[in-house]
């Protein structure tokens, strides 16, 4: 099973800043075959990017996926107001798995 | 639209029984996969299992292997889970997720989730 491992846990940011959340896997994820979602609180999973670097329908564009292999990288160029919520990534190059979350609050 | 709609939470003790219910619209339901994902409280996400579009396969999650049962009904555009056997430790947010690309792929759509609590 692939594990997937999201750093920080936390990331304290203020509107207007760059975020940059981590997923590293324990080994290489098939086909770059990542996805990314947004959680906030009481609501379901959003989805956000596929295949690493695909955004959804939807999706701004301040989101952006990258990476290959083992390490990939969710980047939100400034941050809005509404993008303080709960990230999660997910492969599914081998079955699927997901990583712990990052918290990205306001500072 | 895709929407999915979950019924069927509720309240049970170990040992239990209970049955979920996805019903989904705004697709062409048996042409696609679909899943259980599941969030403990204040947890994080763990996919429980997916059935194939014709209901020929089926894919379950480890923790929940041979206690859980999911099937599906075209002609009603219903997805099930039959949870048996139920521990405290499946107590969480039941998600009915639409995945794409394999049928254990990424989740384009999501349900807002049925609570199962499993407690004496």
């Known amino acids: 099973e692939i594990l997937l491992t999201q750093s920080p846990g936390t990331l304290s940011l203020s509107p207007g800043e760059r975020a940059t959340l981590s997923c590293r896997a324990s080994?290489?994820?098939?086909?770059?075959?990542l996805a990314w979602y947004q959680q906030k609180p009481g609501q379901a999973p959003r989805f956000l990017i596929n295949?690493?670097?695909n955004r959804a329908t939807g999706i701004p564009d301040r989101f952006s996926g990258s990476g290959s292999g083992t390490d990939f990288t969710l980047t939100i160029s400034r941050l809005e107001p509404e993008d303080f919520a709960v990230y999660y990534c997910?492969?599914?190059?081998?079955?699927?798995?997901f990583g712990g979350g990052t918290k990205v609050e306001i500072k | 639209e895709v929407q999915l709609l979950e019924s069927g939470g509720g309240l049970a003790q170990p040992g239990g029984s209970l049955r979920l219910s996805c019903a989904a619209s705004g697709f062409t339901f048996s042409n696609f996969a679909v899943s259980w994902v599941r969030q403990a409280p204040g947890k994080g996400l763990e996919w429980v299992s997916t059935?194939?579009?014709?209901?020929?396969?089926?894919y379950y999650a480890d923790s929940v292997k041979g206690r859980f049962t999911i099937s599906r009904d075209n002609s009603k555009d219903t997805l099930h889970l039959q949870v048996n056997s139920l521990r405290a430790e499946d107590t969480a947010i039941y998600y009915c997720?639409?995945?794409?690309?394999?049928?254990?792929?990424?989740?384009?759509?999501w349900g807002q989730g049925a609570l199962v609590t499993v407690s004496s």
């Open positions: 059935i194939s579009g014709s209901g020929g396969s089926t």
């Open positions: 295949g690493a670097s």
């Open positions: 997910q492969q599914y190059g081998s079955s699927l798995t």
């Open positions: 997720a639409r995945p794409r690309h394999f049928d254990l792929g990424y989740f384009d759509s």
């Open positions: 080994q290489s994820v098939t086909g770059s075959y």
